[in-house]
């Protein structure tokens, strides 16, 4: 097998901060996560992508995303394809709405398409249900995009983990989440 330069690289992992509002717990968690990757020596890097640096207007277009070319009209869509795309794999930091996932997160992946197919990712998500509902929810997305689900998921409680809005990982939380990146990196190679 011919290695080409670009596979000799390390890959690139996006930990996306898939909320935006006032007060989020989510860009501690997130934080946490990079941390942990930063820790020791690893077959990928990692980087924080924070959704709230990007205004994604709600999709719109006449024109599925799909049929784009990775080319948008929209600027801040544009950036958002560029950083998206720039990543080999994601772990998505998500909470929980109503049982769900987040509107604005929602938009952002189907704002873009071709920019996801194929890649590796895995899910943080958090409610008072230990985001169960949101990492099942987002399940069943996104097989649309040939995305390779990891399979393990951090499950993050917001009855037990946050007090005071402070994240405290959860005892097993630290050891889940090496096991998260190990099978991410090996899929994402």
């Given at each position: 097998m011919i290695i080409t330069q670009e596979r000799r690289q390390k890959m690139r992992t996006g930990i996306i901060i898939g909320s935006t509002r006032e007060g989020r717990i989510n860009a501690e968690i997130a934080a946490w996560i990079y941390k942990t990757a930063q820790s020791k020596p690893r077959n990928a890097t990692y980087e924080l992508i924070d959704l709230?640096?990007?205004?994604?207007?709600?999709?719109?277009?006449?024109?599925?995303?799909?049929?784009?070319?990775?080319?948008?009209?929209?600027?801040?869509?544009?950036?958002?394809?560029?950083?998206?795309?720039?990543?080999?794999?994601?772990?998505?930091?998500?909470?929980?709405?109503?049982?769900?996932?987040?509107?604005?997160?929602?938009?952002?992946?189907?704002?873009?398409?071709?920019?996801?197919?194929?890649?590796?990712?895995a899910f943080a998500g958090y409610s008072y249900s230990s985001g169960i509902s949101v990492i099942k929810a987002w399940r069943a997305i996104v097989p649309a995009f040939q995305m390779q689900d990891v399979a393990d998921a951090l499950e993050?409680?917001?009855?037990?983990?946050?007090?005071?809005?402070?994240?405290?990982?959860?005892?097993?939380?630290?050891?889940?989440?090496?096991?998260i990146l190990a099978k991410l990196e090996k899929a994402a190679a």
């Open positions: 709230k640096d990007y205004e994604i207007p709600f999709f719109t277009g006449a024109v599925s995303p799909r049929q784009l070319n990775k080319k948008y009209d929209n600027t801040a869509v544009q950036a958002w394809s560029e950083k998206i795309d720039s990543c080999d794999a994601y772990i998505l930091v998500t909470p929980e709405y109503n049982g769900s996932v987040p509107a604005p997160l929602k938009n952002a992946f189907d704002s873009i398409s071709d920019e996801w197919i194929g890649k590796p990712i993050i409680s917001l009855v037990t983990e946050v007090k005071d809005g402070v994240f405290t990982p959860a005892s097993g939380q630290l050891e889940k989440l090496e096991s």
